[in-house]
């Protein structure tokens, strides 16, 4: 059983930044894929961004050139840099690692944008 625990939400104003970490419990973290979604109220859960074990990583168009994501191997730890935070940014957002067809997801933490 993988466990992921989410931090580093909170309230910021528009404009502001936050950068959300995850830390995986999983020894083959380096051969995973990571990634985080979000979920506002009323809305469906959507995908953010992601990163292969390679490295490789994309983001969603409406978070595109805003949000960064990146990995620390050593730390099994995936993190979402994230600027010029919108109202629509509001959401509980949620970390997954997935593991040859295996995903796993993060209790979620809560990121409100809001003056």
């Known amino acids: 059983q993988v466990q992921l625990v989410e931090s580093g939400g909170g309230l910021v104003q528009p404009g502001g930044s936050l950068t959300l970490s995850c830390a995986a419990s999983r020894s083959a973290f380096s051969r995973s894929s990571l990634g985080w979604y979000r979920q506002a109220p009323g809305k469906q859960r959507e995908w953010v961004a992601s990163?292969?074990?390679?490295?490789?990583?994309n983001c969603a168009d409406p978070v595109k050139g805003r949000f960064t994501i990146s990995r620390d191997n050593a730390k099994n730890t995936v993190y979402l840099q994230m600027t010029s935070l919108k109202p629509d940014d509001t959401a509980v957002y949620y970390c997954t690692l997935s593991f040859f067809g295996a995903v796993y997801w993060g209790q979620g933490t809560q990121v409100t944008v809001s003056s």
């Open positions: 990163i292969t074990s390679g490295g490789s990583t």
